[in-house]
T-cell receptor
Framework: GEDVEQSLFLSVREGDSSVINCTYT??????LYWYKQEPGAGLQLLTY?????DMKQDQRLTVLLNKKDKHLSLRIADTQTGDSAIYFC????????????FGTGTQLKVEL | DTGVSQDPRHKITKRGQNVTFRCDPI?????LYWYRQTLGQGPEFLTY????????KSRLLSDRFSAERPKGSFSTLEIQRTEQGDSAMYLC?????????????????FGPGTRLLVL
């Protein structure tokens, strides 16, 4: 089945690293994505990882994928106040059509 | 082209009224998707088009909902006889078909959404 879970809330201090976690249940995932949503706005694509990769780094963002445990994480280095938003992980499943299945979102709050 | 656009951004309506939303995808994106997002939740898939063909519909898309993409460019989503439970953010996304290298298959780019409130 398709089920993507995230913790609801994370608070960090400016300059620290943030780690947002996601677990999924369907091992047929092909691509896994991270999107960012600011209040009242649509979704901004941050990064993605193909399911045969373990890690991907993109500037301040590092994505780790543990396929055995079906665990995905997003690390934001040197977190800034502008990073405060809701972060969603999402998957596309092989043979599951073209829909994205999203987690419930993690609200990141960056404090001074 | 600056991205996916949606109109209106906000809509307030009374229960029982019909509403229609429009989505303009990124130029040359032949795939277009509709999602619904309720408060505190992630977006849920409603339907998607490849060109003008509607290829998949979610069970969430009741018979009061209809989506069209007549010329394979912009799309409309109509909700008839709105109910309070229809209050949500309606998001549109577009993508290219699978291409080799670079971006992954079907990376979806989202518009700003239309927020619907049914009183």
């Amino acid at each position: 089945g398709e089920d993507v879970e995230q913790s609801l809330f994370l608070s960090v201090r400016e300059g620290d690293s943030s780690v947002i976690n996601c677990t999924y249940t369907d091992s047929s995932s092909t691509y896994l994505y991270w999107y960012k949503q600011e209040p009242g706005a649509g979704l901004q694509l941050l990064t993605y990882i193909f399911s045969n990769m373990d890690m991907k780094q993109d500037q301040r963002l590092t994505v780790l994928l543990n396929k055995k445990d079906k665990h995905l994480s997003l690390r934001i280095a040197d977190t800034q106040t502008g990073d405060s938003a809701i972060y969603f992980c999402a998957e596309i499943i092989t043979g599951g059509g073209n829909k994205l299945t999203f987690g419930t979102g993690t609200q990141l709050k960056v404090e001074l | 082209d600056t991205g996916v656009s949606q109109d209106p951004r906000h809509k307030i309506t009374k229960r029982g009224q019909n509403v229609t939303f429009r989505c303009d995808p990124i130029s040359e994106h032949n795939r277009l998707y509709w999602y619904r997002q309720t408060l505190g939740q992630g977006p849920e898939f409603l339907t998607y088009f490849q060109n003008e063909a509607q290829l998949e519909k979610s069970r969430l898309l009741s018979d009061r909902f209809s989506a069209e993409r007549p010329k394979g460019s912009f799309s409309t989503l109509e909700i008839q006889r709105t109910e309070q439970g229809d209050s949500a953010m309606y998001l549109c996304a577009s993508s290219l078909p699978p291409i080799g290298g670079g971006a992954p298959q079907e990376t979806q780019y989202f518009g700003p959404g239309t927020r619907l409130l049914v009183l």
